[in-house]
Nanobody, 124 residues
């Protein structure tokens, strides 16, 4: 069993920045870790993912150029640096993990472990 704990959410004005963290309880190097978000009344959507060795980040189009995903395997932590935040980025942000070797990153049901989520609110 893998436990994921997100932190770093909060309230920020439009144009501001936040850095989210996702800490894992188990062996980290074999996990694919991704970030999803869910806004009120909307489905949970994929935001970003990163490979096991920290290369090949992949982002949803709406955050490209503003968000950066990274990982520190020594600390068993994945980060999501969010810059130039917009009100439409307001959501609960979740990290998700899987040991699967091949997966469709954007599909929620490909992931076996989820964190509890952290709220990000961007005011206009």
């Amino acid at each position: 069993q893998v436990q994921l704990v997100e932190s770093g959410g909060g309230l920020v004005q439009a144009g501001g920045s936040l850095r989210l963290s996702c800490a894992a309880s188990r062996t980290f190097n074999s996990l694919i870790i991704s970030w999803f978000r869910q806004a009120p009344g909307k489905e949970r959507e994929f935001v970003a993912t990163i490979s096991r060795i920290g290369s090949r980040p992949y982002y949803v189009d709406s955050v490209k150029g503003r968000f950066t995903i990274s990982r520190d395997n020594a600390k068993s932590t994945v980060y999501l640096q969010m810059n130039s935040l917009k009100p439409e980025d307001t959501a609960v942000y979740y990290c998700a993990a899987t040991y699967r070797l091949n997966l469709s990153y954007e599909k929620r049901n490909e992931y076996d472990y989820w964190g509890q989520g952290t709220q990000v609110t961007v005011s206009s």
